[in-house]
Nanobody, 123 residues
């Protein structure tokens, strides 16, 4: 059993900052890429930012220069620092990770999602 648990969402005023965290737990052998997605009401889920196990990052154009993704491999945790938040950043943010898990028969590759955390940017 592998799971991702997110935290850090909430209500913030435009121009403010929030930091999201996502910790992986369970029978983990290794974690490949980790990322953050978001889904606003009435819209499709979209990639916000991702980071490989080696630290290479990529960002959606809409968040470049404002958001920073990072990871702590020792803690199996990925973070999303969000600065200069805008009302259009309002969404449920989901963590995603490619995890190689151990089983009694060997290894299994999983794409795991967190439960989501709501970020609301409003005055």
């Amino acid at each position: 059993q592998v799971q991702l648990v997110e935290s850090g969402g909430g209500l913030v005023q435009p121009g403010g900052s929030l930091r999201l965290s996502c910790a992986a737990s369970g029978s983990i052998f290794s974690i490949n890429a980790m990322g953050w997605y978001r889904q606003a009401p009435g819209k499709q889920r979209e990639l916000v930012a991702a980071v490989t196990s080696g630290g290479t990052t990529n960002y959606a154009d809409s968040v470049k220069g404002r958001f920073t993704i990072s990871r702590d491999n020792a803690k199996n945790t990925v973070y999303l620092q969000m600065n200069s938040l805008k009302p259009e950043d309002t969404a449920v943010y989901y963590c995603n990770a490619g995890i190689l898990t151990t089983t009694q028969h060997g290894y299994r590759s999983l794409a795991v999602w967190g439960q989501g955390t709501l970020v609301t940017v409003s005055s």
